[in-house]
């Protein structure tokens, strides 16, 4: 896990594999002063960025073990565009940026479906 993550390009992608399913988190980039703001104080800043690490952590190690026996690609769906280098060195291998898209959660989450979609990736089904 000490590698830089690779970014997801759904435009630039070979189609990913029949079959295949994603499992993206919406993510803000784990940047002092910029995740977890509410919780400043009691946390500072720096504490506050690496909160935000570990829940990311956690939720890939759920992930993880779901592409153990169900071969789920996971990804983290990020903002801000240019903040790649803050996922460095916690991230599991596996794991692809994608960048998101649109001024507001739900244009962001639109875009971030569409790009799985384009890229071949199905719908979530009873195999997970």
Do not use: W
């Not at 703001?37 to 946390?43: G, M, T």
């Not at 690490?53 to 996971?74: K, Q, T, V, Y």
């Amino acid at each position: 896990m000490s590698r830089s993550v690779r970014v997801f390009q759904p435009d630039r992608a070979a189609p990913v594999e029949h079959h295949s399913h994603a499992l993206a988190i919406m993510a803000k980039a784990p940047v002092p002063g910029s995740v977890k703001s509410r919780l400043v104080p009691p946390l500072d800043r720096y504490q506050a960025a690496s909160l935000n690490r570990c829940f990311l952590r956690d939720m890939c190690a759920s992930i993880e073990s779901l592409r153990s026996h169900s071969g789920a690609h996971g990804l983290i769906a990020y903002t801000p565009a240019g903040s790649e280098s803050a996922f460095d060195g916690f991230l599991p291998d596996s794991f692809r940026l994608l960048p998101q898209r649109g001024p507001d959660l739900g244009e962001r989450l639109f875009h971030a479906a569409g790009d799985l979609l384009q890229a071949n990736y199905e719908g979530l089904s009873d195999q997970l």
